[in-house]
C-alpha cells in the first residue's frame, strides 16, 4: 500500500512540475487529425489539416478551414489520450486475469489463496469497465463542451 501512494506521490509532482511547461506552450495554428471528428454537423475527415482561415501551419498546407479548430484538434487530442489509455488498461487486465488464473490454480485448496485470484479477476473487471468507460469520454466532452 506504500509503494502504490508513494508511487501516486511522485506522479503528482510530475504532473505538477510538467503542467506548467504544457500550459505556457504555444501550438502553431493547425492539427493533423488521426481519426475523424464531427462538431455540430460538420465531419473532418482523419488525415485533414485543421486550422482557422489565414493561420500559420508548420506541418503542411491547412486542408480543413474553420473557425472551431481548436476544439477539433481539443478533441483529436483528447482521442490520441484515451487511445493509448484503452491499450494500456487492456494490458492490466489481461496481466490480472493471468495473475488470477494462475493464483487460482497453484492454491491447492488455500482458501486464502483461492480468494486473493478472485480478488486479481475482480479487479481485471473493474478495470476493463475503465477502460470502456474511457472510450467514452471523447464523447463526454463533446456533451459538456455543447458540440
Known amino acids: 500500500m506504500k509503494k502504490i501512494l508513494s508511487t501516486l506521490v511522485l506522479l503528482s509532482v510530475l504532473?505538477?512540475?510538467?503542467?506548467?511547461?504544457?500550459a505556457l506552450a504555444q501550438p502553431p495554428e493547425c492539427c493533423?487529425?488521426?481519426?475523424a471528428v464531427t462538431i455540430d454537423t460538420?465531419?473532418?475527415?482523419?488525415?485533414?489539416?485543421?486550422?482557422?482561415?489565414?493561420?500559420y501551419c508548420p506541418?503542411?498546407?491547412?486542408?480543413?478551414?474553420?473557425?472551431?479548430?481548436?476544439?477539433?484538434?481539443?478533441?483529436?487530442?483528447?482521442?490520441?489520450?484515451?487511445d493509448w489509455i484503452f491499450?494500456?488498461?487492456?494490458?492490466i487486465v489481461v496481466i490480472f486475469v493471468l495473475m488470477g488464473a494462475y493464483t487460482i490454480m497453484t492454491a491447492a485448496g488455500s482458501p486464502e489463496?483461492?480468494?486473493?485470484?478472485?480478488?486479481?479477476?475482480l479487479y481485471a473487471a473493474i478495470g476493463l469497465i475503465l477502460a470502456f468507460f474511457?472510450?467514452?469520454?471523447?464523447?463526454?466532452?463533446?456533451?459538456?463542451?455543447?458540440y
Not at 493533423?32 to 481519426?35: P, T, W
Not at 460538420?42 to 493561420?55: L, W
Open 87 to 91: 491499450i494500456i488498461l487492456i494490458a
Open 15 to 22: 504532473a505538477v512540475l510538467v503542467m506548467p511547461m504544457v
Open 113 to 121: 489463496k483461492v480468494t486473493a485470484g478472485r480478488n486479481y479477476i
Open 134 to 146: 474511457a472510450r467514452a469520454v471523447p464523447s463526454i466532452v463533446k456533451a459538456v463542451m455543447g
Open 32 to 35: 493533423q487529425l488521426k481519426r
Open 42 to 55: 460538420t465531419t473532418y475527415p482523419a488525415g485533414a489539416i485543421v486550422g482557422p482561415t489565414g493561420g
Open 59 to 82: 506541418i503542411g498546407a491547412i486542408t480543413s478551414v474553420t473557425e472551431k479548430w481548436g476544439l477539433v484538434c481539443l478533441l483529436n487530442t483528447v482521442n490520441t489520450v484515451i
